[in-house]
């Protein structure tokens, strides 16, 4: 091996970081043209983003919205329903059908599952 000169990481000043993490939140805002305009590899501002995101610091601004749910009416002892539940990746979807209307249901579930 020749006398190679030794490659040495280069360090950014955590100000620079706050800037380009800040540009990189910006909605629309691509990482890579972020990092390049700056001389930045892309990979760089990569891990600095999953950095922060597990130290805890990503801030996300929740906004909740009232829903008035109607109150259900509780089912008579006479009035037998049917249960069905779909399940697909993490997403459940539970039913209740009263069986008055089973042809309904059916005529439902063969649309679903055509």
């Given at each position: 091996m020749?006398?190679?000169?030794s490659r040495k990481r280069r360090r950014y000043?955590?100000?620079?970081?706050?800037?380009?993490?800040a540009e990189c939140?910006?909605?629309?805002?691509?990482v890579a043209k972020v990092a390049m305009a700056h001389g930045i590899n892309a990979n760089i501002v990569h891990?600095?983003?999953k950095l922060?995101?597990?130290a805890?610091?990503?801030?996300?601004?929740?906004?909740?919205?009232?829903?008035?749910?109607?109150?259900?009416?509780?089912?008579?002892?006479?009035?037998?329903?049917?249960e069905v539940e779909l399940r697909r990746g993490g997403i459940t979807v539970k039913l209740s059908w009263p069986m008055s209307a089973s042809m309904?249901?059916?005529?439902?579930?063969?649309?679903?599952l055509r």
């Open positions: 020749g006398t190679e000169s000043a955590a100000e620079l970081k706050a800037q380009i993490l939140d910006v909605p629309g805002a691509s891990g600095w983003r922060r995101r597990e805890g610091a990503v801030t996300v601004s929740e906004q909740f919205v009232p829903v008035a749910v109607a109150p259900v009416a509780p089912r008579s002892v006479d009035e037998r329903a049917i309904d249901l059916s005529a439902w579930m063969r649309e679903l």
